[in-house]
């Protein structure tokens, strides 16, 4: 190869990466969590969580998982809201917002989410072995924020 076509390469990979960090910088953050709907079974099919959060004058959390019998639900504070905000903006969670995408017609492997956000917006994604951008960072990131809510009404269960 000579140098000419190594440079073009580099000049076009350079490009491609530049051109993706000022799409994720301009990504406008989450600031509030108003509802979120977010259920997931992983790709062997034994894992199944479903996580919900409805907010009207308080928050509600529910948890439903292979691990607890019958649903949970309790009230959160704004200090579990703002761990999940952190999580959906590190992890770019609104670039979620249309991904449709499947590999195959199972659901095992498969996710659905949807989270009205400030404003009244709305992100909604979901898959079949297939999966977003950060998807499986902000799901283990989601899944200790829940766990660790959850954690003294699971071990009574």
């Known amino acids: 190869m000579n140098i000419k076509k190594l440079l073009l390469i580099i000049l076009i990979i350079g490009v491609v990466i530049g051109v993706g960090y000022v799409i994720l910088q301009n990504v406008s953050e989450v600031t509030d969590i108003k509802n979120l709907d977010f259920e997931y079974i992983d790709s062997l099919g034994n894992n199944h969580k479903h996580y919900k959060i409805e907010c ?7 948890i439903k998982t292979d691990k607890i019998k019958d649903e949970l639900s309790h009230e959160i504070d704004k200090k579990t809201i703002n761990k999940l905000v952190e999580i959906c903006n590190r992890y770019y969670v ?3 917002n249309g991904f449709n995408e499947s590999r195959s017609n199972t659901n095992v492997g498969s996710f659905s989410f949807k989270m009205t956000i400030q404003d009244n ?3 909604e994604a979901k898959g079949y072995m297939k999966y977003p951008l950060y998807f ?6 989601m899944d200790k924020v829940f766990e660790e809510e ?4 699971i071990k009574t269960d």
Do not use: G, M, S, Y
Request: charged share 40%.
């Open 136 to 141: 499986t960072k902000a799901i283990q990131a």
């Open 94 to 96: 609104r670039l979620w």
């Open 121 to 123: 917006k709305e992100i």
């Open 56 to 62: 009207n004058k308080k928050c509600v959390a529910t």
């Open 150 to 153: 959850f954690k003294e009404d």
